[in-house]
C-alpha cells in the first residue's frame, strides 16, 4: 500500500490547518462529490465505473465484490463487464470511498465492522484486494462502516451502528492510509444530538465538517415491510445534522431535520458556501448556509408528494452548483432540480429510469449519468421490480437518454449499488 505514514493526530490537524488556510477547492463520487482533498479528478472521459455490489445467495459466488464495468464508447468492450474482484463472504455491501491519493478504494458492508481495501491504481481495469481492515469494531465498538471521507493521508469512516446493542447510536473513526486505527469520534448525544451517523462532507474553507443520521442495525437489516409496520422501530432514525470543527473535530451545532437526512452535498462552485441534503422519510431539500456567522439549516423543497413516501436515496451535485439530481427508490425515479437560488430549489426534469433506483453519478461535465438499483438486501423490492443493474445515460440538458445497462442479475454479480469512476490515465505503479 502507499508509503505514506503519519505519527498521530497531532499531524493530521496540521494537514487540515494548512488545506483550511490555503482553500482547498471543493471537488466532487461522481466527480463533483468527492473529498475535496482528492488529488485526481477525471475531468475529461472516464473509461471504468467501479460498483461495489452485494452478494445474493444462488447468485454466482454468492459473496460482496467490487465490479468494473468498461464505460468509455470508443472501447470495444463498452456497457460490459471486465472485471469483478470477489471479497469470498457477504456483508451487505453499501458504500465505498477514495483515498486521497486515488490509489486504493475503501469498502465496507453494513453488517460487519470489516473495511476491504483495493488497488485501482496498478492496473484500474482490474482492481485488486489488497488488504482488509477488521479492528473498528475492537477499537471503536462502532459497526457498519458506511461513508469512507479522504483527508491527506487519512479515512475518516463514518458509521452507523455499535456492536453493543445494535442501534443507531454510533461514532467517526479516523485511520491513516496504510489501514492503522488513529482514533475515534462519537456521534454527539447532548445538545440535541440523537447520536446517529450517515453522510460526512467537509468544506475546508470554513473549517467545518458536517454529518447527517439515519439508523442502526436493527432497523437497516430487517425488511423494510417490518421496519415500517412497527412504531418503534420508526421512531429509531435519525432527525440531526452537525456542524463539527474540522481542525479539532468537536461538535459545533447540532441541526434538527427531521426524516432521515442522507447524502450531503457541498455546492463545488468556489465561493460557495452552503452544502444540500435530502431528507428520506419526509421527502424534503434541506440546505445548509452559514448567515451572519452562523451556520443553519433551513427546509427550501418538496421531493415528490411526501404522502406517497417516495423515498429519496441519492443525490448528485453539478459542478457549477446550479443543478441537482435526485433519486427516489419508490417510484424509480429520476428528478432534476435548478439549483440556481439554493434556497428555492425547483424541479425541472424527472424520468422512470428504473423499477427500483438507488445511486447516481455524473462525470465532471455532466454528460453522463449513472445509476444503480440497489438500496438495502432486505428494503428492495421483490418479484420482477427486483432489478439489479447499472444503467448509462446521456445528458443532454433536456433529456436522459439511456445508452447502456449491464443486468447484474444476468451476469451473475448480484445487487448493484455505490459507484466509484476510473480512468486509465490514472495507473501508477
Known amino acids: 500500500m502507499t508509503s505514506f505514514r503519519v505519527l498521530g493526530v497531532g499531524l493530521a490537524l496540521v494537514w487540515l490547518v494548512t488545506a483550511a488556510v490555503t482553500g482547498v477547492e471543493l471537488a466532487g463520487a461522481d466527480e463533483t462529490c468527492n473529498s475535496p482533498y482528492i488529488a485526481k479528478l477525471i475531468k475529461g472521459q472516464e473509461d471504468y465505473v467501479y460498483v461495489w455490489t452485494l452478494g445474493v445467495d444462488g447468485v454466482g459466488d454468492g459473496s460482496d465484490k467490487l465490479v468494473t464495468i468498461d464505460v468509455n464508447p470508443k472501447s470495444k468492450?463498452?456497457?460490459?463487464?471486465?472485471?469483478?474482484?470477489?471479497?469470498?463472504?457477504?456483508?451487505?455491501?453499501?458504500?465505498?470511498?477514495?483515498?486521497?491519493?486515488?490509489?486504493?478504494?475503501?469498502?465496507?458492508?453494513?453488517?460487519?465492522?470489516?473495511?476491504?481495501?483495493?488497488?485501482?491504481?496498478?492496473?484500474?481495469?482490474?482492481?485488486?484486494?489488497?488488504?482488509?481492515?477488521?479492528?473498528?469494531?475492537?477499537?471503536?465498538?462502532?459497526?457498519?462502516?458506511?461513508?469512507?471521507?479522504?483527508?491527506?493521508?487519512?479515512?475518516?469512516?463514518?458509521?452507523?451502528s455499535n456492536t453493543k446493542d445494535k442501534g443507531g447510536v454510533t461514532g467517526i473513526a479516523l485511520y491513516n492510509n496504510n489501514g492503522d486505527f488513529v482514533t475515534s469520534y462519537p456521534m454527539p448525544t447532548t445538545n440535541g444530538g440523537d447520536g446517529y451517523g450517515y453522510d460526512l462532507a467537509v468544506n475546508p474553507r470554513k473549517n467545518v465538517l458536517l454529518t447527517s443520521s439515519f439508523t442502526g442495525y436493527d432497523n437497516y437489516m430487517r425488511p423494510l415491510g417490518d421496519v415500517v409496520k412497527d412504531p418503534e422501530a420508526m421512531k429509531k432514525f435519525g432527525n440531526t445534522m452537525v456542524a463539527w470543527d474540522l481542525k479539532t473535530m468537536k461538535p459545533r451545532k447540532v441541526f434538527a431535520v427531521p426524516g432521515a437526512p442522507l447524502e450531503i452535498r457541498w455546492s463545488p462552485k468556489a465561493g460557495d458556501n452552503w452544502a444540500i441534503t435530502a431528507a428520506a422519510l419526509t421527502s424534503k431539500l434541506w440546505l445548509v448556509k452559514e448567515d451572519k456567522g452562523e451556520w443553519q439549516a433551513k427546509e427550501v423543497g418538496t421531493i415528490a408528494d411526501p404522502a406517497k413516501i417516495p423515498l429519496?436515496?441519492?443525490?448528485?451535485?453539478?459542478?457549477?452548483?446550479?443543478?441537482?439530481?435526485?433519486?427516489?427508490?419508490?417510484?424509480?425515479?429520476?428528478?432534476?432540480?435548478?439549483?440556481?437560488?439554493?434556497?428555492?430549489?425547483?424541479?425541472?426534469?424527472?424520468?422512470?429510469?428504473?423499477?427500483?433506483?438507488?445511486?447516481?453519478?455524473?462525470?465532471?461535465?455532466?454528460?453522463?449519468?449513472?445509476?444503480?438499483?440497489?438500496?438495502?438486501?432486505?428494503?428492495?423490492?421483490?418479484?420482477?421490480?427486483?432489478?439489479?443493474?447499472?444503467?448509462?445515460?446521456?445528458?443532454?440538458?433536456?433529456?436522459?437518454?439511456?445508452?447502456?445497462?449491464?443486468?447484474?442479475?444476468?451476469?451473475?454479480?448480484?445487487?448493484?449499488h455505490h459507484m466509484k469512476l476510473g480512468s486509465k490515465s490514472l495507473k501508477s505503479s
Not at 90 to 101: F, I, N, P, S
Not at 117 to 130: E, R
Not at 344 to 373: F, L
Not at 381 to 400: H, S, T, V
Open 77 to 160: 468492450r463498452y456497457g460490459t463487464v471486465v472485471g469483478a474482484v470477489s471479497v469470498g463472504g457477504r456483508g451487505e455491501a453499501h458504500h465505498m470511498g477514495l483515498t486521497d491519493d486515488r490509489r486504493f478504494i475503501w469498502a465496507g458492508g453494513l453488517a460487519e465492522p470489516k473495511i476491504y481495501v483495493f488497488d485501482i491504481a496498478t492496473d484500474p481495469a482490474q482492481p485488486k484486494l489488497v488488504r482488509t481492515i477488521g479492528d473498528m469494531a475492537e477499537r471503536t465498538g462502532y459497526l457498519g462502516p458506511h461513508t469512507y471521507y479522504a483527508l491527506p493521508g487519512r479515512m475518516l469512516v463514518q458509521a452507523l
Open 312 to 416: 429519496p436515496v441519492d443525490i448528485s451535485i453539478t459542478r457549477d452548483g446550479k443543478g441537482l439530481w435526485v433519486n427516489t427508490f419508490m417510484d424509480g425515479t429520476t428528478r432534476y432540480f435548478d439549483l440556481s437560488t439554493p434556497e428555492a430549489p425547483k424541479e425541472t426534469y424527472s424520468k422512470v429510469t428504473g423499477k427500483q433506483v438507488n445511486m447516481i453519478s455524473q462525470s465532471w461535465d455532466g454528460k453522463r449519468v449513472y445509476i444503480t438499483s440497489s438500496l438495502l438486501a432486505n428494503w428492495d423490492k421483490g418479484g420482477a421490480d427486483n432489478e439489479q443493474f447499472l444503467r448509462g445515460f446521456a445528458w443532454d440538458g433536456k433529456e436522459l437518454k439511456q445508452v447502456f445497462e449491464v443486468d447484474f442479475t444476468k451476469e451473475k454479480l448480484g445487487r448493484a
